[in-house]
């Protein structure tokens, strides 16, 4: 158990449904990401929230939507999504610092149908 | 910019025996360096950084790690593999973007350890 919480585990959506990830931490950490994870591919920074404010967006689609409404909290909103957006989505926190380790739940894995 | 390489997509080792996997970065400035552990359908688990000091970095699980200014090297040890060992492994650097900084991920390595 990391201290970080990510719901549902598992999750199945056709490309016209309206889903959300949700990340909780109880670390106290006050930067919050979302990774991609992908078959045969690097992790993939999506975004990046300090202290609630969105510091990072690389150059995600649109039809991925953060939501950062505290410092706890983090949601990956999802809205016609495409078949190869099917990976595993890691939420991920760590306390402001560049020798601070982070944290990482333990995943989402998003399946498009 | 800031990235790390792992050159090696698999590696395998006896149990009993001793295991290297391998990381290089490129970094602009102070490095500061990580290993990640993820297991089958699970999320990333921090093993062990490199901030400042002693080369050799010990971590969980019995796993080591030296800092190799010279050969911009993070290798990650460990004297004697288990079965258990087996799962992916990262290696990470934090780029130099904003205060803090992003971690940033190389492909990962699968360890694979036979009895």
């Known amino acids: 158990e990391t201290g970080v919480t990510q719901t549902p585990r598992h999750l199945v959506m056709g490309m016209t449904n309206k889903k959300s990830l949700k990340c909780e931490q109880h670390l106290g950490h006050n930067a919050m990401y979302w990774y991609k994870q992908s078959a045969k591919k690097p992790l993939e920074l999506m975004f990046v929230y300090n202290f609630k404010e969105q510091t990072e967006n690389n150059s995600v689609p649109s039809r991925f939507s953060p939501e950062c409404p505290n410092s706890s909290h983090l949601f990956l909103h999802l809205h016609t999504l495409q078949p190869e957006d099917s990976a595993l989505y890691l939420c991920a926190s760590s306390q402001e610092g560049r020798r601070t380790e982070a944290f990482f739940g333990q995943g989402t894995r998003l399946t498009v149908v | 910019a800031q990235s790390v390489a792992q050159p090696e997509d698999q590696v395998n080792v006896a149990e009993g025996n001793p295991l290297t996997v391998k990381c290089t970065y490129s970094?602009?400035?102070?490095?500061?360096l990580f290993w990640y552990v993820q297991y089958p359908n699970r999320g990333l688990q921090f093993l062990l950084k490199?901030?400042?000091?002693?080369?050799l970095v010990k971590g969980s699980y019995g796993f080591e790690a030296e800092f190799n200014k010279s050969q911009t090297s993070f290798h990650l040890k460990k004297p004697s593999a288990l079965v258990s060992d087996s799962a992916l492994y990262f290696c990470?650097?934090?780029?130099?973007?904003?205060?803090?900084?992003?971690?940033?991920f190389g492909k990962g390595t699968k360890l694979s350890v036979k009895p």
């Open positions: 490199y901030i400042t000091g002693d080369n």
């Open positions: 990470a650097v934090r780029d130099g973007s904003g205060s803090q900084g992003n971690l940033i």
């Open positions: 970094v602009s400035g102070n490095p500061y």
